[in-house]
């Protein structure tokens, strides 16, 4: 279940089921006021009565549905109305279904409460919060009591995870059918604590007519294509991946992405090196192959004699002209490459002059990627990365159709985006990753993936569950050197599990 459903598609969702017969919009409801209700008894204690905050809409309705099955758990209730809801919606039915005590909201204080069911907006939200709701929700987040948010903590943008002025800080967030992109996107995610994803009876079929092109970037969504030596495989039938090496005194990020894609199970990985760094290189590499270039025409002849079908530049590189000669000189000739990813000095040897990248004569058959943190996106896409009013997917999405490249905007909610719309966002990050060189590494763990053939989309989302989920197993005091060497454990759990 990694679909990734915008609002209005989940609107879809809902009005398809409703149109099949299968449930009418009350029975939906009742649904998810029953998953409310069930986490509400699990997550707040019996001390104090259960505040729940209802809006005039659905997910206010949502909330009295939940208020009422708690109050036939045995539980005290007590619901406070941001509004009406208009005569003949379901939200109405809900609030006549509910046969408890009712209050303003303006009348709401978090004292003397064990818990708060937050019901107010849902992940539809386009305003900024104000009034009584802003009031009771500045109340709810200084009180410090266990809060479950419906759907979406109010105030969070369902669509891009924008905080809308003011937003609850739930402990758990209660969703239906699929997650939503805000529960992924920062500053969204963290506001909505744990999610727990209902089944309100919404079939899987009506995803074959939304046909949404956003996903949560889980094993799931690559595990088929990632790679798996065959039982004749040599060096070279798994792939031959090249990273180009910086100058004498910037080596390291080089090898530690060649380490990085030879880990990821390329079976070859060699070292570009410039003359001035061939001593070095040569005193730190030993399953790394090694290769003096002088020129770019030095690379592209290595690239095309030796069968690379990947390669990474930027790590560590430096000059920006040598960079973009190598670059374009790649891109344009019919070499054999297939994948060419781009980091750090990579991407920013086109800082004002994209469109040299952009623009450049490309051989179809080698896919571009590139991997830039907020800082490179920013040089590489001015105007895109400043635009207010688009979420970070969508920010992605209009890069990567531009670059026709397969694009890697990291960060604490990094997402992945194909130049044919599609795009995951991750969640399986984890702030050990802020350490120098762990960028370098995921460059390698991509390139590693492309030698061996996985599509790049699918190899750019698996680099990133993977890095990830290696810094996870090593834990506290992580460094970037450490990344590689948990490579293993991470395709030995991937193999079991798949």
């Known amino acids: 279940m990694f679909e990734l459903l915008t609002p209005?598609?989940?609107?879809?969702?809902?009005?398809?089921?409703?149109?099949?017969?299968?449930?009418?919009?009350?029975?939906?409801?009742?649904?998810?006021?029953?998953?409310?209700?069930?986490?509400?008894?699990?997550?707040?204690?019996?001390?104090?009565?259960?505040?729940?905050?209802?809006?005039?809409?659905?997910?206010?309705?949502?909330?009295?549905?939940?208020?009422?099955?708690?109050?036939?758990?045995?539980?005290?209730?007590?619901?406070?109305?941001?509004?009406?809801?208009?005569p003949g919606t379901d939200a109405m039915r809900a609030a006549v279904f509910y046969k408890g005590d009712v209050r303003n909201l303006g009348e709401f204080a978090p004292a003397g409460f064990g818990g708060v069911i937050d019901a107010l907006y849902g992940a539809g939200l386009a305003r900024p919060v104000g009034g009584a709701e802003a009031d009771a929700i500045s109340a709810v987040n200084a009180s410090g009591l266990s809060v479950i948010a419906v759907d979406l903590p109010s105030g969070v943008s369902g669509e891009s995870g924008a905080v809308q002025g003011v937003a609850i800080r739930a402990w758990a967030s209660v969703t239906f059918f699929r997650k939503k992109p805000g529960h992924l996107l920062q500053p969204g995610r963290g506001y909505c604590g744990i999610v727990h994803l209902a089944d309100i009876g919404i079939a899987d079929s009506v995803l074959d007519e939304i046909r949404p092109d956003s996903f949560e970037n889980m094993p799931q969504l690559w595990l088929e294509k990632l790679p798996s030596p065959d039982v004749n495989a040599h060096k070279y039938s798994r792939g031959h991946a090249a990273v180009f090496s910086g100058p004498v005194h910037s080596t390291g990020a080089a090898r530690l992405a060649a380490m990085a894609a030879a880990r990821a199970g390329a079976g070859a990985v060699t070292l570009l090196s410039p003359s001035d760094a061939l001593a070095v290189n040569a005193a730190h590499v030993t399953s790394i192959m090694l290769r003096e270039t002088r020129t770019p025409k030095d690379a592209e002849s290595f690239v095309r004699d030796r069968k690379v079908s990947a390669a990474l530049l930027g790590p560590g590189y430096g000059s920006p002209s040598f960079a973009r000669d190598n670059i374009l000189t790649l891109l344009g000739a019919e070499n054999g490459l297939s994948g060419l990813v781009l980091d750090a000095d990579g991407i920013t040897a086109f800082e004002n002059r994209p469109e040299q990248l952009f623009g450049a004569k490309r051989n179809p058959a080698a896919v571009l990627v590139l991997t830039p943190h907020e800082g490179e996106f920013r040089r590489l896409f001015p105007d895109i990365a400043s635009s207010g009013d688009m979420s970070k997917t969508a920010k992605a999405c209009k890069a990567a159709s531009r670059a026709n490249a397969v694009l890697i905007y990291k960060g604490p909610d990094t997402v992945i985006a194909a130049s044919d719309g599609r795009a995951a966002i991750n969640a399986n990050g984890t702030p050990a990753l802020a350490t120098a060189g762990s960028g370098d590494v995921l460059a390698g763990i991509v390139c590693g993936l492309l030698a061996q053939g996985m599509p790049a989309f699918e190899a750019a989302c698996a680099a990133v569950w993977v890095h990830a989920d290696a810094a996870r197993r090593f834990g506290r005091g992580l460094i970037a050197d450490d990344l590689p060497d948990q490579l293993p454990a991470v395709w030995t759990a991937l193999a079991r599990a798949g």
């Open 8 to 86: 209005e598609e989940m609107a879809r969702a809902d009005r398809l089921t409703i149109e099949a017969g299968a449930k009418d919009g009350f029975s939906l409801m009742l649904a998810a006021g029953r998953a409310v209700a069930d986490a509400a008894q699990n997550m707040f204690s019996s001390q104090g009565p259960i505040a729940v905050l209802c809006g005039p809409g659905n997910n206010g309705g949502d909330g009295y549905v939940a208020a009422q099955f708690l109050r036939e758990a045995g539980r005290d209730v007590i619901c406070f109305s941001a509004g009406q809801p208009r």
